[in-house]
């Protein structure tokens, strides 16, 4: 069973950081692109950042370059999305997912495979 549990959400003061992390067992990962995704209240899914299993190459949406890491730990089978400089409108439940996406294609974006699981919350204050 493919399974991708997120951790480490909270409140969070704006300018503050939070790491969080998402592990993954029930597939090979190393074969498969991971790609953190968050949702806001009353909004759409958002694909926030991904990472090939080709070649490691890295995609960040733009409301979060320059903030946001992503990166991978492959003997633990787990994903890190370091976030710094948070913002308010940062404020969602963020997921993980098996991740399909046109590398190196600048304007294409993260997409899910997976459904969704039950995420984590984040919350920034002002």
């Known amino acids: 069973e493919v399974q991708l549990v997120e951790s480490g959400g909270g409140l969070v003061q704006a300018g503050g950081s939070l790491r969080l992390s998402c592990a993954a067992s029930g597939f090979v990962f190393d074969d498969y692109d991971i790609g953190w995704f968050r949702q806001a209240p009353g909004k759409e899914h958002e694909g926030v950042s991904c990472i090939s299993s080709r070649d490691g190459s890295l995609y960040y949406a733009d409301s979060v370059k320059g903030r946001f890491t992503l990166s991978s730990d492959n003997a633990k089978n787990t994903v890190y999305l370091q976030m710094n400089s948070l913002k308010p409108e940062d404020t969602a439940v963020y997921y993980c997912?098996?991740?399909?996406?046109?590398?190196?294609?600048?304007?294409?974006?993260?997409?899910?495979?997976?459904?969704w699981g039950q995420g984590t919350l984040v919350t920034v204050s002002s």
């Open positions: 997912a098996r991740t399909w996406k046109k590398w190196p294609d600048e304007s294409s974006e993260c997409n899910a495979l997976d459904a």
